[in-house]
């Protein structure tokens, strides 16, 4: 079993920045695709942005330039750097990842519990 534990959720005025972190534990023997989606009151869940284990990113249009993903490897971590927060980012971020268990397994994917950011002022 992998499961995956967000931190780093809060409320923070309009400009703002926070920083959410993602760590993966259990049976892992890689990790593919990481990343993070967020899902507002009476919306669909989005992405916002991933990144491959050979490190490519792919970000929503909306948060490009002000969110940062980046990954540790060696800590089975993933983070997402949000600047310039604005009141339309208020949801609920939720961590995603593709884990392997074993050479040749396929990978699947699972979810964190999901962590609230507001922006509010």
């Known amino acids: 079993q992998v499961r995956l534990v967000e931190s780093g959720g809060g409320l923070v005025q309009p400009g703002g920045s926070l920083r959410l972190s993602c760590a993966a534990s259990?049976?892992?023997?890689?990790?593919?695709?990481m990343g993070w989606y967020r899902q507002a009151p009476g919306k669909q869940r989005e992405l916002v942005a991933i990144v491959t284990g050979g490190g490519n990113t792919n970000y929503a249009d909306s948060v490009k330039g002000r969110f940062s993903v980046s990954r540790d490897n060696v800590k089975n971590t993933v983070h997402l750097e949000m600047n310039s927060l604005k009141v339309e980012d208020t949801a609920v971020y939720y961590c995603?990842?593709?884990?392997?268990?074993?050479?040749?397994?396929?990978?699947?994917?699972?979810w964190g519990q999901g962590t609230q950011v507001t922006v509010s002022s």
């Open positions: 995603n990842a593709r884990p392997r268990t074993m050479p040749g397994s396929p990978s699947y994917e699972i």
């Open positions: 259990g049976s892992i023997f890689r990790l593919d695709a």
